[in-house]
T-cell receptor, first 110, second 115 residues
Framework: QKEVEQDPGPLSVPEGAIVSLNCTYS??????FMWYRQYSRKGPELLMY????GNKEDGRFTAQVDKSSKYISLFIRDSQPSDSATYLC??????????FGTGTSLTVIP | GAGVSQSPSNKVTEKGKDVELRCDPI?????LYWYRQSLGQGLEFLIY????????KSGLPSDRFSAERTGGSVSTLTIQRTQQEDSAVYLC?????????????FGDGTRLSIL
């Protein structure tokens, strides 16, 4: 079983839709959670960074962590064509070992 | 710029040649990571540096791969006797933390193609 599972998609939504991206994990020691956005031919760009459970909001983006279910989500409100990218989740227990999902490809159609 | 810089951005070479990839991390970041990303695959961890030392080399796929970091800054990933399966995007990331998992900041990668 992989440490982190992420549905690769592809996911296609109309502009203005609410997008929900998810990852599940198996290691209950994970307590640091990140979401990255990766445009084609670019490196991953950090979007959200959260510690432990709960919600974090930044503009149109909301990250949720449910440690009891070992499940994290990223919500994008009022999605825009510029949100079209691959979204990667990442997590860590502590220190410097990180585990990444394989990424979900998102297309927002104008 | 203030971000992670990688060079070259693209590299095409013949099978059997050696290649050297460079990463210049964000100034002041003590931790540096190398990953490999293949089409449709996730990020494959290669090696992690804290300062100039590499406490975790567990991800290096074979002894053809090596990396060093000097002056706590620039890092070089070297692949000797390249094989076609080495074709991938090689990403470098840096972060400021040690004990806590500080988020990583990535460069745009080196796209390596082995003919």
């Amino acid at each position: 079983q992989k440490e982190v599972e992420q549905d690769p998609g592809p996911l296609s939504v109309p502009e203005g839709a609410i997008v929900s991206l998810n990852c599940t994990y198996s290691n209950s020691a994970f307590q640091y959670f990140m979401w990255y956005r990766q445009y084609s031919r670019k490196g991953p760009e950090l979007l959200m960074y959260t510690y432990s459970s709960g919600n974090k909001e930044d503009g149109r983006f909301t990250a949720q962590v449910d440690k009891s279910s070992k499940y994290i989500s990223l919500f994008i409100r009022d999605s825009q064509p510029s949100d079209s990218a691959t979204y990667l989740c990442a997590m860590s227990a502590s220190g410097n070992q990180f585990y990444f999902g394989t990424g979900t490809s998102l297309t927002v159609i104008p | 710029g203030a971000g992670v810089s990688q060079s070259p951005s693209n590299k095409v070479t013949e099978k059997g040649k050696d290649v050297e990839l460079r990463c210049d991390p964000i100034s002041g970041h003590t931790a540096l990571y190398w990953y490999r990303q293949s089409l449709g695959q996730g990020l494959e961890f290669l090696i992690y540096f804290q300062g100039n030392s590499a406490p975790d080399k567990s991800g290096l796929p074979s002894d053809r791969f090596s990396a060093e970091r000097t002056g706590g800054s620039v890092s070089t990933l070297t692949i000797q006797r390249t094989q076609q399966e080495d074709s991938a995007v090689y990403l470098c990331a840096s972060s400021s933390g040690t004990r806590e998992a500080q988020p990583q900041h990535f460069g745009d990668g080196t796209r390596l193609s082995i003919l």
